[in-house]
């Protein structure tokens, strides 16, 4: 699997982005896919995450209700629409890709790192005061 992530850049506070990762691979359809972000000095941050193959998406507290995750199959493409931003969000922004290795996936289970063994390169978003 390969993913590659756009759509990054500056922003004015309250303002919005949407994010793009362009994913390729097989068996895209059995896989759950991600966003994190990580700012300087800070741990990774679990955003949101939906399985490819659609159904109930799960979001972080601190983002529900002001960031949508949606993917694009036809297009390969998974994204992530962010509105109302802030300027404590700025960061690096990572999509990434597991696999689904039981049947159902908690929040547990997809809001950790170590359930991706795939990672996008990450964008650059910055949002200004």
């Known amino acids: 699997v390969q993913l590659q992530a756009s759509g990054g850049g500056l922003v004015q506070a309250g303002g919005s982005l949407r994010l793009a990762c362009a994913a390729s691979g097989r068996l895209l359809s059995s896989r759950v896919m991600g966003w994190f972000r990580q700012a300087p000095g800070k741990e990774r941050q679990f955003l949101a995450a939906?399985?490819?193959?659609?159904?109930?998406?799960w979001y972080a507290d601190s983002v529900k209700g002001r960031f949508t995750i949606s993917r694009d199959n036809a297009k390969n493409t998974l994204y992530l629409q962010m509105n109302s931003l802030k300027p404590e969000e700025s960061a690096v922004y990572y999509c990434?890709?597991?696999?689904?290795?039981?049947?159902?996936?908690?929040?547990?289970?997809?809001?950790?790192?170590?359930?991706?063994?795939?990672w996008g390169q990450g964008t650059l978003v910055t949002v200004s005061s």
């Open positions: 990434a890709s597991g696999p689904r290795r039981t049947i159902i996936q908690t929040m547990n289970d997809v809001s950790t790192e170590e359930f991706y063994d795939y």
């Open positions: 939906i399985p490819w193959s659609g159904g109930t998406a």
